[in-house]
Antibody
Framework: QVQLQESGPGLVKPSETLSLTCTVSGGSISSYYWSWIRQPAGKGLEWIGR???????NYNPSLKSRVTMSVDTSKNQFSLKLSSVTAADTAVYYCASEDSKLHYFDYWGQGTLVTVSS | EIVLTQSPGTLSLSPGERATLSCRAS???????LAWYQQKPGQAPRLLIY???SRATGIPDRFSGSGSGTDFTLTISRLEPEDFAVYYCQQYGSSPPGGLTFGGGTKVEIK
């Protein structure tokens, strides 16, 4: 059973860069796409982007200019950086595995709350 | 970008009743790329349906998905107490290439 765990600072200052890492256990990081999804309190889900183990990426056009994703297969980890954050980026951030053929999310991390505040 | 509109926003029903949730897309979506999730407070979403109509592992058969093109439906045949939650549809498509969006969600609450 694949398990995912997000880690990173829970508080980020405005204009700084949000950095999160997702550690994958119980399975290989290969053969899946790996995505980040966020959810502001009381609101819906927003896909941020995905990375494949080759390093290829796709980002949400609305966030593309501020997002960078990377993958470290040796550590079974992938990461998210979101630059120039504002209060609007305050949300629970989830990492998830995305089926490479049908593009649904079958495994999710528990989510981590990131608050943007000075 | 393909926009998914879910309706109704809130559905008030009693246990044992049938729930019908709608997901309408602004452009045609391949049925292969339409999924449904359930989310309870404080929890990550859980995959229910993928490929518009295939149940994920361990999902009870009271959950079913249908639809094609721009109109998709999630049906819960008889609501159990644990089914009261928020439900999201999700699509993957070509506009833009590799793009992916979620609907705004439907809350199924106890009447």
């Amino acid at each position: 059973q694949v398990q995912l765990q997000e880690s990173g600072p829970g508080l980020v200052k405005p204009s700084e860069t949000l950095s999160l890492t997702c550690t994958v256990s119980g399975g290989s990081i290969s053969s899946y796409y790996w995505s980040w999804i966020r959810q502001p309190a009381g609101k819906g889900l927003e896909w941020i982007g995905r990375i494949y183990t080759s390093g290829s990426t796709n980002y949400n056009p609305s966030l593309k200019s501020r997002v960078t994703m990377s993958v470290d297969t040796s550590k079974n980890q992938f990461s998210l950086k979101l630059s120039s954050v504002t209060a609007a980026d305050t949300a629970v951030y989830y990492c998830a595995s995305e089926d490479s053929k049908l593009h649904y999310f079958d495994y999710w991390g528990q989510g981590t709350l990131v608050t943007v505040s000075s | 970008e393909i926009v998914l509109t879910q309706s109704p926003g809130t559905l008030s029903l009693s246990p044992g009743e049938r729930a019908t949730l709608s997901c309408r897309a602004s452009q045609s979506v391949s049925s292969s790329y339409l999924a449904w999730y359930q989310q309870k407070p404080g929890q990550a979403p859980r995959l229910l349906i993928y490929g518009a109509s295939s149940r994920a592992t361990g999902i009870p058969d009271r959950f079913s998905g249908s639809g094609s093109g721009t109109d998709f439906t999630l049906t819960i045949s008889r609501l159990e107490p644990e089914d009261f939650a928020v439900y999201y549809c999700q699509q993957y498509g070509s506009s833009p290439p590799g793009g992916l969006t979620f609907g705004g969600g439907t809350k199924v609450e106890i009447k």
